[in-house]
């Protein structure tokens, strides 16, 4: 039986990098219980990481005696701010080959047959489309044989809804598959990456109560009020700190906070991490006013060099374009960033190239390496000036920001437009379902006697 060393536990991680050249890390072996018969079976845990991504633990457990055998992956990171939702149309057999990281927490619908696999009836697993699809059909069929016994009609029905779960995987006619993760651990891949992919949507949502329970998060009853007049006047002055955990590591760890005016622009929120056990750092921008009336599409024409140096604020709504490459990141991929030019266009190229799980190990191609490789290298001629651009920071909520050099007089090579926001965008904002017109009245008013 493999156990986890005392030179492991020493350096830092239990968690390691995928690899087939390190014989010491062996997988820890454990007794347990089979299932099926009720004799002893052997469990192997791997804990590891999937380079780029997070800390998983793959289990496997095999029976001598009947030989049912059974694998499962779980999700070791921490659960992420705001939860995800992927919206995939397929409409080829290509489609059906994408990977999917599908963690338990994670919920999958088909609505074109009304077919839904709740959270938490399903372990975590590492697949593709396809493989979503058989596992899908497997377990309906595990109980067929009492039902036609038991419940004939049952049955019947429940094949013919086999059948058509069958039928998905030839593409006569699209369906849309849609994996809504309140946990933000599940993942979709998108083979055309860097660019943007037409038949994937992804969107960033905020965790219910009910999603919290669920999740195991402790919810938070005591709401802070808003700090008023000297308070607010404190934290301008002062960088408050406070204790987390590292995302890396989970270690201890203290974020500072610092309440920042950017000239010509807003009041915004700074947040920076700093771990002491494995050196991760990290920052964050959050808009500290309202959200705009209107939104901004900020356009850049980058001519020189001494553009990467313009002061940067991208909001956690904002989205970059870059139209000469084809390339769009959509929402909150980055977060919120206050930052230059150049660093946004540096975390672009680290997230789409050196930081993107589908280039490494097996599930790696060489077109695939390749058309990654040429997007980062066109990245890196924008930053020394040698590649004629547009960047343009889309942000619905008006909360985004760029340098004007030129300030207060225009920037001739920067256009900044404000435009009236889609039902759709201000559905991805959640302003459709606010209401606020009379709320002090109809709220915190008491009606009087006759009043209606």
């Known amino acids: ?11 830092g991680s239990v968690f390691k990098d995928i690899s087939a050249d390190d014989d010491d890390w062996q997988p820890t072996e454990i007794e347990s219980l089979c299932m099926n018969c009720y004799k002893n079976g052997t469990t192997r845990l791997l804990l590891t990481k999937i380079p780029f991504f997070k800390e998983i633990i793959l289990s496997s457990f095999s029976c001598a005696n009947c030989g049912w055998t059974n694998t499962e992956i779980q999700s070791a990171g921490r659960i992420q701010e705001q939860g995800v939702c992927y919206t995939l149309k397929v409409k080829t057999k290509e489609d059906l080959n994408r990977e999917v990281v599908k963690a338990d927490s994670a919920t999958t619908r088909i609505p074109e047959l009304d077919f839904e696999i709740p959270a938490f009836t399903q ?12 596992r899908a059909v497997a377990g309906l069929e595990q109980d067929q044989v009492v039902r036609r016994a038991t419940h004939p009609e049952v049955a019947v029905k429940i094949e013919e809804f086999i059948q058509k779960l069958r039928k998905l995987k030839e593409v006569e006619n699209e369906f849309t598959l849609v994996i809504e993760d309140p946990s933000g651990n599940s ?72 309440l920042v005016q950017i000239p010509h622009f807003k009041e915004v929120i700074i947040m920076a991490t700093n771990c002491d056990s494995c050196g991760h750092r990290t920052n964050e921008v959050k808009s500290g006013g309202a959200t705009e009336a209107l939104g901004t599409k900020i356009t850049l024409h980058i001519t020189d060099p001494s553009d990467m140096t313009r002061d940067l604020l991208k909001s956690e709504t904002c989205a970059v374009i870059i139209p000469e490459l084809e390339f769009e990141l959509g929402m909150a991929a980055l977060g919120g960033k206050f930052t230059t030019l150049e660093g946004l266009l540096k975390d672009i190229k680290d997230l789409t190239v050196s930081k993107n799980p589908f280039i490494c190990g097996d599930s790696s191609t060489a077109d695939r390496i390749q058309k990654l490789r040429e997007f980062g290298e066109k990245i890196d001629k924008i930053i020394v000036g040698e590649l004629d651009v547009h960047v343009i920071l889309d942000d619905p909520a008006g909360n985004s920001y760029l340098q004007n050099v030129y300030a207060p007089e225009p920037d001739p090579e920067m256009t900044v437009e404000k435009y009236a926001r889609s039902f759709q965008q201000n559905e991805e904002l959640g302003l459709n379902d606010m209401k606020t017109e009379n709320y002090e009245e109809k709220n915190n008013v008491p009606a009087r006697p006759g009043q209606e």
Do not use: Y
Not at 1 to 11: A, C, D, L, W, Y
Not at 123 to 134: F, H, Q, V
Not at 212 to 226: P, T, V
Not at 228 to 245: H, I
């Open 1 to 11: 039986m493999s156990v986890i060393s005392e030179e492991h536990v020493r350096g």
């Open 123 to 134: 372990k975590g697993s590492l697949s593709t489309i396809e493989g979503l699809l058989d």
């Open 187 to 258: 993942f979709v891949e998108n083979p055309v990456a860097p660019q943007k992919d037409e038949a994937l949507t992804v969107a960033f949502f905020k965790r219910t109560v009910q999603q919290d329970i669920q999740l195991g998060i402790k919810a938070d009853d005591d709401l802070d009020e808003e700090p008023a007049g000297n308070d607010l006047e404190t934290m301008r002055n002062e960088v408050l700190t406070f204790n987390t955990n590292c995302p890396e590591c989970n270690a201890p760890a203290s974020t500072n906070m610092k």
